[in-house]
């Protein structure tokens, strides 16, 4: 997937997870910034989680700023694709 | 082609906006007997694909074990509408909801759409039922051929805040205005053996408004109501349960229904009422509501 | 050594000497007759009209003579709203008094300023049915010299008749006293109900304080209080803030949530056989529990149920029900809301208790054991049914065990209502962090997700399906949580044992270790 503007999607709310997507330069791999309330029971899970995510999109350089209110896992996952879509300018069926 | 047997009560359909994960993850545990994601009226028109890529993510995560689920997806000409059916179609849902169907064209064009995605995903066409929703003067008019246009069309509701601004109604709260709509609808329903659910009620806060109009609705021939807070499931469940009393006198007919099967009679009394095919079967059907199987009799 | 739930006790801890490991719920009381003794109180004398008055607190702390190492004991009736504890410890601090323990019945957020003396050395130990907020947390870090001590509320009172907690001087607040210092909380501008924690530190105390922002004359009526265990009276300008103290009615929760978990509950103990004529009832504030009142009043009304009494901290909702005739009285040992102090104070069959009638397991008969129906929370519980309402998911001190292993044991039918998972996080598990009741207690779980019944009671699983009820094995709850949330990282802990939860029976139930960071 091609990355071309930074994008996010999730919101701050309770059991919602806010995604911001940075394109970065070619080379410079994935740079994962992540914040959860669950950083001691899942934080290894959720990071784990953003790699495989980011592997089925083969997004390899990346910038991921995460910040997790108790997310469940195809929470993280929606909007970790909604923001790469978006990021890509592939989203369609939508208003901006 | 028959759509497959529908099993689940449908007293309560819990509306559950798309776009909300708390909400999402715990939708079947309220009680109602189908839950509604939403992803026409519950989310922001720039949030359309988030809600998609979520509500999808969710549905194949979270067990929705004993409710019925339905998306509501966007009207086929809104920019939103083809892009849910592509992505909602291929998971195979309950039921879709059509929002706004106002005539057969209309209602032809979105299943032939619905059928051409499942054929590209080798998907029967007889699992996924349809609901449509009259929301517009024009759709009360034509619901009797929208209803009966395919046997994948299970159910009808009513819109019953879109049908008032239709309709050009000041004040749509007391429900006099969308009144002949109700029973129209439910007319059209009854005459193509389909399930009719009624429109939300809107203030949370009144509990005896709710179980008032769910009443009435039960009256009118409504199968069930759609609810917009997990607050309300429990009174409109409760007005469409069978209380004991009816219960046991519909055990009663239905007893001596096949007793009297048995013996080559048709028409009998119970309490002194006649009791013929019609009577016969509304008993079997509050037993149905009232979850007593026929063979545990 | 291991106690009963297999978890490992010390045989001696630092601070607090020989410690006995839990050995079942019934063990120690079935004997009948304990072991342990009851310590002498005071011997004490006053010359006929002798002023009990101090000008202010630090005149009345100076008169008793406090010293290094001293015990000092507080009550949680002022809830949210207490700033005495603050107060006093801050007076002790200034003195230059240091190595305090603290036995509160309980500590709550509004015990947040004390922190900086668990930090410099003035206080060193506590005991408390519970600890929140910043001390919990610096408790679970290691900020106290001597491990923390938590107990039950009736644990409380075997604990200070035992003489375990050996209290040189209790600080009691009172919405209203008179001079001599009879008091009670029922009312006054700062009213906050009955005073039933006090009432045990009043007669085993070394000295006891009365504390008021409301003299009346002599003698003060009702007497929660007597003057003969009181050795001074503060008149001062404030308890606490009254808004906070007095203000408010507990409301229904609204939360969707806890209402469909009440509601299940309500059903389950509709349908267990124990709700009928004459029976007895508690529950929680929390809420879930509070909201399985809402459902139990509809209930009794529909089949015209008339239950016997109502008991523990009282709501303004059991109130209502005692004024709708439902419940014939109540026995009030903590009110939580201002609606509760005035018909403490006017309806005779609404009585003030104190703690040890409540729920002191070592005396012949709490009233926890006349239970039929309660309705308990959790932070966590586990396929053993063994719950925790201590510690936190950080593993920080953020919860209490208040009246929960006393009623638990007690009633006919102990009710767990929670969800399944908050947020990510299990609360049903395999594991949890720390035992406070033992699961022998507790015989249903309900959640949003499924209603567990403790296979120790097959006859309550009869009856529950003869009902209508679904009734889940909880192994399989822990199974269908853990595949939604995922498998949480257990607290990282290291070896020092910073607290430890005492059973009702004095017994240690389970450990707190410091978090690791």
Redesign the interface.
Known sequence: MNLKVKAQ??SF????VLIMIEPVESGSGRIIELKSIVMQQFGDDLLAQIHADLDNFDVRDVRVIVNDKG?????V???L??AL??SAQV?????? | MKAKQNTFKRRTMLYIPGN???ML??GS???ADGILLDLEDAVA??????A???V???M????YEGCEVTVRVNHIDT??????LKQMVPLQPDALRLPKVETVDEIKRIIDVIEEIENEHQLQHDQMKVHVMIETALGVQNVFDIAGYSPRIDAISIGGQDLAADMQLVKANDGIGIDYARKQIVMAAKAHKIDVFDTVYVDVEDEDGLREEAEYIKKLGFTGKAII???QI?IVNEVFTPTEQEIRKAVKIVKAFERNKAEGIGVFAVDGKMVDAPVVQRAIRVLEMA?IELESL | MKNKLQIDIPNELDGIGRLEPFQGAFTKLKKGWMEEETVPPPNKAKMPHASKMCANLKEAILKTKPYNGMTISFHHHLRGGDNLVYEAVKILADLGIKDITLAASSLTTAHDPILPYFKDGTITQVYASGVRGELGKAVAQGALEKPLVIHSHGGRVRSVHTGKIKIDLAILAASAADEEGNATGSHGPSAFGSMGYAAIDSWYARQVIVVTDNIVDYPCVPQSITQNYIDYVVKVDSIGDPSKIAGGTTRIT?A??D??IA?LAAQVIEKSGELKDGFSFQVGAGGASLAVAKYIRKIMKQRSIKGSFLLGGVTSYGVVMLNEGLFRSIFDVQSFDAAVSSSLLNNTYHIEIPAGLYANPFNCGCMTNKLDVVVLGALEIDTNFNVNVITGSEGYVRGASGGHSDTASGANLTVVVCPSFRGRIPIVKEKVHTVVTPGESIDVLVT??GICVNPARPELKANLEAG?IKVKDIKDLAV?VEK?TGKAKPIETTDRIVGIVEYRDGTVIDVIRQVAE
Not at chain 1, 91 to 96: D, E, K, N
Not at chain 2, 45 to 50: E, S, T
């Open positions: 999607a999730g709310e309770s059991s919602d997310a469940l896992p195809p929470t996952s929606a909007r694709e909604t879509k978006r989203q369609s069926g939508t208003l901006s | 909300n994960p708390a993850q715990q545990v309220y009680g028109l720039n949030q359309k694909d988030a998609r890529i979520l999808s993510h969710m194949q995560y979270v067990s920019p939103f509408g083809l892009e849910d807070n997990p607050r429990e979850d | 609204r969707p949530m209402l469909q509601r949003e997700r209508g269908e939604i």
